[in-house]
């Protein structure tokens, strides 16, 4: 279930929803917040998105027939 990016953890990997000039999607690489964004929580890089809604990461590997 997606949740309001407001309530984003700063805590954990997240899954992050976007809009862009493609449309709507859900980012394919775990995502933590930081002070001032967000960076890609596997290699600590920040990010330039503007997320929408969040939820917890699940791993993909793990995840068979997943769908954005």
Known sequence: MWLAIHGAPFDRDIELAVIDREG???????CRRVIGGWIDAETAKRIDVRPTHWREWRDRSQVSGLIS
């Open 24 to 30: 709507p999607h859900s980012l394919v690489f775990p």
